[in-house]
């Protein structure tokens, strides 16, 4: 599906329309992926538009830059309420929001420290990531070939573009052989998670979901369904597991500021459960959905108002 023009996209202080909002084709990024970047997502709710966790996606920018060493040139609250005026600017009432800091124009050669550090926001309307009945029926993923990278080569900590090529190969592979989404091991066959989600198992009532140690994002909405299983009284794990654990398993779901809370109904065309959203995924995910539609009260400060 194409992008949703919308009015203007903030680049480096200022508010440039939609159409003209360009970089020039030999800056560091196009060439060395030198960019960090993060998904938000804001909610209309009964309270007005609200940005679900935007604090803590910011402060995961700041990290990921930090890691790169790429210093941004504004504060995370001069981030904050530029991401809320674009918004107000481009009249969303809930919207994907898109900050990206890269390495903009200079010089080329792989050390990118000649290079500015530029930072983009961009919002736009968006459905849900893995399709408008993902979040009830299910989706159908595989096991990829591709594995995710081995600790210490690229840090799976920073949300970088370079690592989402890794993400492609994983996607494109398992949409080649029809499946929604595919699921990564990790460099020790221990299972990692999806091209652009975390994972959560369920087995006995009880949830498993890979460590940091598996080269995983260290996810907001993963974060978010931690919190939410405490308040149910759910014990989660957070443990090394093996692939064939995935096809005994009662539920298993997939979280991100895309995916929300999505159900998986098979792997690799071995069905998990009944094949179905589950009745704990379904309950966590009606929780989840309940925080960031303002329907239950905001007890853990996670939405910020436009």
Known sequence: MPLKKARYIWMDGKYVKWDNAKIHVLSHVIHYGSSVFE??????????????????HIERLFNSAKIYRMRIPFSQKEI????????????????????????????????PFPCPVNITLATWEWGKYLGPEALERGVDVMVSSWSRMAPNTFPAMAKAGANYMNSQLIKMEALTYGFTEGIALDVNGFVSEGSGENLFLVKD???????????????????????????????????LFLREFLYIAD????????????????????KIGKGKRGPITK????????????????????????
């Open 251 to 270: 539920e298993l779901f997939f979280t991100g500021s895309a995916a929300e809370v999505t159900p998986i109904r098979s792997v690799d065309k071995i």
């Open 283 to 306: 309950k966590i995910q009606k929780r989840y959905l309940n925080y960031a539609n303002a329907e239950k009260e905001d007890i853990y400060n996670w939405l910020t108002y436009v």
């Open 80 to 111: 904050i309420q530029a991401i809320l005026k674009l918004i107000k600017k481009n009249g969303h009432k809930a919207c994907y929001i898109r900050p990206v800091v890269y390495r903009g124009y200079s010089q080329l050669g792989v050390n």
């Open 39 to 56: 998904g938000i997502r804001a909610y209309n709710t009964k309270k007005g538009t609200a940005v679900f966790r935007l604090q803590e």
């Open 205 to 239: 009532e009880k949830l498993i979901t890979p460590p940091l140690g598996s080269t995983i994002l260290p996810g907001i909405t993963r974060d978010s369904v931690i919190t939410i299983c405490k308040e149910f009284g759910l014990e989660v794990i957070e443990n």
